[in-house]
């Protein structure tokens, strides 16, 4: 089964773990502001515990450029 061209360009950010994060993050905390009718202090855990494992992908992405020497592999020769 082909899956037409459109669908693929709407698709393909959700290969990043930090957009997919980021879209779970959202809607778990609209989910709980919705849904549970908790306080805004949940709210804003959910978005901060959310935002942390964002910037922990984000550091993890940017050290595995870097090797044992410390040396940057990205665009070094």
Known sequence: MKIPGW?????????????????VTVL??????????????????????GVSLILGIAHEDAGRAVGAEGKSMVGDK
């Open 28 to 49: 778990a905390a609209y989910a709980a502001q919705v849904g549970l009718g908790v306080s805004e202090d949940v709210i804003y855990t959910i978005l901060g515990v």
């Open 7 to 23: 669908l693929q360009t709407c698709v393909a950010p959700l290969q990043s773990r930090k957009v997919r994060t980021a879209l």
